[in-house]
């Protein structure tokens, strides 16, 4: 199995040090965001990792992270020209999962502590052309994608509403996501959302409207990373998180 970690975007919920560099290179703890990330899918036995990284600090990337050997890891690194959204980032692993494969997607920004493995031993029982996602609960839902889940059998997700005033649950869709090759079929049909942006809801939505998206809730501490609060408090809650 494979990993691929979306570390694009620019980051203006932490401008001004966004301008300086990437996001997920700003400090959390004693390691630069990208790290825990990659030390989650390590840990979970997946080793081969395609980091989808911005223009600006690629250069920061590769000086820091390399070949990922220092890290127990093989990185590959793609560079999203423009901010096309999240789909469209992980349109460019197309070629890097070969047919057959599965593998397991992480926003570079979501930062967690628990281990992956189980959620990855029960995706690898579902059959081939289904999708998992995480799931976790939430104060206010209405920041997030919000699941609302199939009425006659509550194992698989019928839709998610992003971002919706009244949520129907209080879950939110964290930024882990399992698929097979067949997502690539997926987002090519999906179109750009009103920002111009190939959004992963779309895609999920397309898995969940066919009853191929099911779903796992995380028990421990979960976050996004993306605000100066929640990067404050990340850097408490993982400050000795790595050696």
Not at 19 to 47: F, Q, S
Not at 59 to 68: C, E, N, P, R
Not at 139 to 164: M, Q
Not at 202 to 216: E, G, I, Q
Request: glycine share 8%; aromatic share 10%.
């Amino acid at each position: 199995m494979k990993g691929v970690i979306l570390a694009g975007g620019k980051g203006t919920r932490l401008y001004p040090l966004t301008r300086m560099m990437n996001k997920h290179l700003l400090p959390v703890g004693k390691y630069p965001m990208i790290c825990y990330g990659v030390d989650r899918l390590r840990k979970a036995g997946i080793t081969d990792i395609l980091l989808v990284i911005s223009r600006q600090s690629a250069g920061m990337y590769t000086d820091f992270l390399g070949s990922g050997a220092e890290f127990g890891v093989s990185l590959t690194y793609k560079v999203q020209e423009a901010a096309g959204g999240i789909a469209e980032a992980l349109e460019l692993a197309k070629d890097f999962v070969s047919a057959g494969e599965r593998f397991v997607v992480l926003l570079g920004d979501n930062l967690f502590t628990e281990d992956l493995t189980p959620y990855v031993d029960s995706y690898l029982r579902q059959p081939e052309g289904t999708a998992k996602v995480l799931l976790k609960p939430v104060e206010d839902a209405r920041r997030y994608g919000v699941p609302v889940f199939d009425s006659t059998d509550s194992a698989w997700i019928a839709h998610i509403e992003e971002k919706p005033k009244q949520p129907k649950t209080s879950y939110c869709v964290t930024g882990i996501y399992m698929y097979d090759k067949a997502v690539f079929d997926i987002i090519r049909r999906i179109s750009p959302s009103r920002r111009g942006e190939l959004e992963i809801t779309d895609v999920n939505n397309l898995y969940a409207a066919d009853r191929k998206l099911s779903y796992d809730v995380l028990k421990e501490w979960w976050s996004d990373a993306g605000t100066f609060d929640s990067l404050r408090e990340a850097g408490e809650k993982l400050k000795d998180a790595l050696p």
